[in-house]
């Protein structure tokens, strides 16, 4: 089955600094990954979507220069957290789309656990 | 704009069915989902319904869909402790700039008791 991984699982930073979050689909081909940020016992919350070899588009209200999204290849996608600080904290979860798919499939990532001291 | 709302607890006994209901607002939704998510970890497709049908069975759960009221529910017959987790019903729109966005409601807490 399609296996979306991302790495790290956990971090912990402090802050001011800058964290790189990469999701990679394990078995197949994605031209558009998702990018988003869940808190504590609330719903997900799209952040943008991230087309290979293109800019990324984001939510209203989703601060580009803070969170950089690369999506260089069909299997990797990169959300870059600049200059860190604590409400950054959050659970980041991102999804790709399998290209060609037939009804829209996305398959998640694991997530990635950002603890900003 | 889309908005997806569900209820956000149910408690049910091992061995009984569960209801998770979901309502949205968007009538341009193309497809419709369900998802499981565990502590701690991302969320699993449990099953996904096209907005022209009225009803899928797969296995133990049963997706009702009704278009006219904008009205999904998800049933699990013969509900395990295993299945305690938290459940998201979400919407994905026809196209435009919209296309392929997945929209989520809040998330049903579902605990099993034994």
């Known amino acids: 089955g399609a296996v979306v991984s991302q790495h790290p699982s956990r971090v912990i930073c402090k802050s001011g600094t800058s964290v790189k979050i990469e999701c990679r689909s394990l078995?197949?081909?994605?031209?558009?990954m998702f990018w988003y940020r869940q808190f504590p016992k609330q719903s997900l919350m799209l952040m943008a979507t991230?087309?290979?070899?293109?800019?990324?588009?984001?939510e209203q209200g989703v601060e580009k220069d803070k969170f950089l999204i690369n999506h260089a290849s069909l299997t990797l996608s990169t959300l870059t957290v600049t200059s860190a600080h604590p409400e950054d904290s959050s659970f980041y979860i991102c999804?790709?789309?399998?290209?060609?798919?037939?009804?829209?499939?996305?398959?998640f990532g694991p997530g990635t656990r950002l603890t900003v001291l | 704009g889309e908005d997806v709302e569900q209820s956000l607890f149910l408690s049910v006994r091992e061995g009984d069915s569960s209801v998770i209901n979901c309502t949205y607002t968007d009538s341009s939704s193309t497809y419709l989902y369900w998802y499981k998510q565990e502590p701690g970890a991302g969320l699993q497709l449990l099953t996904y319904?096209?907005?022209?049908?009225d009803m899928k069975q797969d296995q133990r759960l049963t997706v009702l869909l009704n278009k006219k009221d904008k009205h999904l529910s998800l049933r699990i017959a013969d509900t395990q402790t295993g299945d305690s987790a938290i459940y998201f019903c979400?919407?994905?729109?026809?196209?435009?700039?919209?296309?392929?966005?997945?929209?989520f409601g809040q998330g049903t807490i579902l605990t099993v008791h034994p």
């Open positions: 319904i096209f907005s022209n049908m």
């Open positions: 999804s790709a789309r399998v290209s060609g798919g037939v009804h829209n499939e996305q398959f």
């Open positions: 991230s087309n290979e070899g293109s800019k990324a588009t984001y």
């Open positions: 979400a919407e994905s729109l026809a196209g435009g700039t919209s296309y392929g966005k997945l929209t």
């Open positions: 078995d197949f081909q994605a031209t558009t």
